[in-house]
């Protein structure tokens, strides 16, 4: 059977011609352009010629080192063509990571979208001997001067120039492509440890197409979705292939700080992303219900009451709705959930997946009560993105959905998730004792979180391995747990746990500043720096009072008993956090030794 991927696009412009494949707006557009499959399918033509013209050819790596840009859609698309390799790097990788994935993956052209990424790859260039060609997605970036890069436009002006045997060599590549071809390696970001190349083959985007086709049927090509996570991340990566293979126009939102803008804009049914966006969505609803004078608050009160039993109590179990209740929803949905989703900008919403950190139950149940369709999912890297996720009928809160047809789970040892599935990656590139490693001796891979398995067939996630801790009194602490109830609250933006050997359990926690400046002006509380501010008897009481109402329902022995607050928050550049925002507790550790050490000082 033809891969879906090399195939994917000319079959869609046969299909659409000339209606929207994906839309994007530029810093200096006022309005979405779109591009048609028929302009897509002629760029990745072109496309796959300048790559057989620059010799890449089967099993060759070229990277794309980017933020999300539609250049990507053309060069992964055109990389499928001739059996070659796309590798994604983060954008926001540092010097010494875009070197090692480029030695690692011997990548013969880097595609780089901006400036910085530009300058970073230039220095990479002088100690990667396979690194042949840098080619620029943004032409404004380059130097005057230089003239050993190329831009996009000039690659494609290239492949459009192409002989016939070019065309013809490249038409033949595509014919013989094989489900067996490596479709992309996909480096994990790594919270410890090196990154490591993930072999994702052509059979598994199939098979993990083919199952998401068969899960989801509730989207169709009227849908529209918002690229707003890194391409470079499976779980983005796969779902927009997907909504390109179910026709979905697909919205290219270019800068991550501008996604609020962009939803307003485009209004999408659909958008995938991590639980701090819908964190911060909970915190800011929470806030303007606080503002609410006593009627107001009394109608979002009952209006959250009869929207739970809507969903939750019928809806979510396949129950048909009683005439009362579905017309005081109807009511409360026009008056209350509806305005609030335009503000939003999902008031078109279908459904919006939500994997990568757990998100609290308090606010999936909150959206839901709202008509916000989250669905909770749950995957890796090393599996193609999704093993499980919230069926339509049925699903549990409090789960990470029901496993996916032609996947198998099973918990292993130390209550560790075990997967098997045609989804499942060959290997790790390079590196046989750590693949060896990732799967048991009857080929089960080893995801690194422990769970269990409920009544109904749904899989729970009680802790990440790796993270797990005890404290000197052996108790066992899943920080994450904790992290993400206090990562509810909206003065609250990051959260390191700490506790490991140590007494008890505290936390390190970066505000959120504008909310903070935003109590103190009402409190009239004084302050000259942030660093005054965060060390403010009258913050700090106010900040103990929350984490102590957020940790009701935890046992003592996991309640967070104090805590430091910082000035700045964790970043990627820090080395604080991966790429995917996950906490680097290592790093974490080590770096703000003295500020945890003062915790446990008396």
């Not at 992964?76 to 540092?94: C, E, L």
Request: proline residues 4%.
């Amino acid at each position: 059977m033809p891969n879906i991927l090399t195939n994917l696009v000319e079959k869609q412009a046969l299909k659409y011609g000339d209606r929207a494949a994906y839309s994007f707006k530029s810093s200096f557009q006022d309005t979405w352009r779109d591009t048609s499959w028929n302009e897509l399918k002629d760029n990745v033509n072109k496309a796959a010629c300048a790559f057989e013209i620059l010799e890449v050819g089967p099993k060759d790596c070229i990277g794309v080192f980017s933020a999300n840009r539609p250049e990507i859609f053309m060069t992964d698309f055109a990389a499928f063509y001739n059996r070659a390799i796309p590798v994604s790097i983060y954008s926001t990788s540092s010097e010494g990571q875009a070197r090692y994935i480029v030695n690692d993956a011997s990548i013969k052209i880097l595609f780089v979208g901006d400036a910085s990424q530009y300058a970073i790859a230039k220095e990479v260039k002088k100690s990667c001997p396979s690194l042949e060609r840098i080619v620029v997605y943004d032409s404004s970036a380059i130097d005057a001067e230089d003239n050993e890069v190329m831009s996009f436009d000039s690659f494609l002006k290239l492949g459009k120039a192409a002989t016939d045997s070019c065309k013809e060599e490249v038409a033949k590549r595509r014919s013989e492509a094989k489900p067996a071809d490596t479709a992309t390696l996909l480096y994990t970001s790594g919270t410890t440890g090196e990154p490591k190349g993930a072999i994702l083959l052509h059979s598994c985007f199939d098979a993990a197409m083919e199952i998401h086709l068969e899960r989801l049927t509730m989207l169709s090509e009227n849908d529209t979705s918002i690229c707003f996570l890194p391409l470079s991340h499976i779980f983005e990566k796969a779902w927009t292939y997907f909504c390109l293979l179910m026709g979905m126009k697909v919205y290219v939102n270019l800068d991550p700080h501008d996604i609020q803008n962009s939803i307003r804009d485009v209004h999408p049914t659909c958008m995938c992303s991590v639980p701090r966006f819908w964190e911060k969505v909970y915190a800011a609803v929470q806030a303007k219900i606080k503002r609410m004078n006593p009627v107001q608050k009394l109608l979002v009160k009952r209006a959250l009451s009869v929207g739970r039993r809507y969903h939750i109590d019928y809806r979510r179990l396949g129950l048909k709705v009683p005439f009362l209740l579905a017309k005081e929803y109807a009511f409360y949905e026009k008056r209350v959930f509806l305005p609030m989703k335009k503000v939003i900008g999902i008031e078109n919403g279908n459904l919006f997946p939500a994997a990568g950190a757990p998100l609290s139950d308090t606010i999936v149940e909150f959206l839901q009560s709202c008509g916000i369709n989250i669905i909770i999912g749950y995957g890796l890297s090393e599996t193609t993105a999704t093993v499980s996720c919230y069926p339509e009928v049925g699903y549990r809160i409090g789960t990470i959905g029901t496993v996916l047809p032609r996947i198998q789970v099973k918990i292993g040892e130390n209550d560790e998730i075990l997967v098997k599935a045609p989804t499942v990656m060959a290997g790790y590139f390079n590196k046989p004792e750590e693949t060896a490693a990732a799967f048991t001796e009857d080929g089960w891979f080893r995801t690194g979180d422990a769970g269990k398995i409920d009544d109904t067939g749904a899989l729970i996630i009680t802790e990440r391995i790796k993270d797990l801790f005890k404290t000197s009194n052996g108790k066992y602490i899943a920080p994450q747990a904790i992290e993400s109830r206090l990562g509810e609250d909206k003065y609250i933006e990051q959260v390191a746990v700490i506790g490991d050997q140590r007494k008890y359990v505290t936390a390190i926690i970066i505000p959120a500043f504008e909310a903070l400046k935003e109590y103190a002006r009402q409190k009239q509380i004084q302050y000259k720096s942030i660093v005054e501010l965060v060390n403010n008897a009258e913050i700090r009481k106010m900040i103990q009072e929350r984490i102590d109402k957020l940790q009701k329902g935890f046992a003592n022995y996991e309640k967070v008993k104090k805590f430091v607050l910082l000035p700045k928050e964790f970043t990627m550049e820090a080395g604080e956090l991966t790429n995917t925002l996950k906490i680097r507790r290592p790093v974490i550790n080590s770096r703000y030794a003295q500020e945890i050490e003062a915790m446990y000082a008396n």
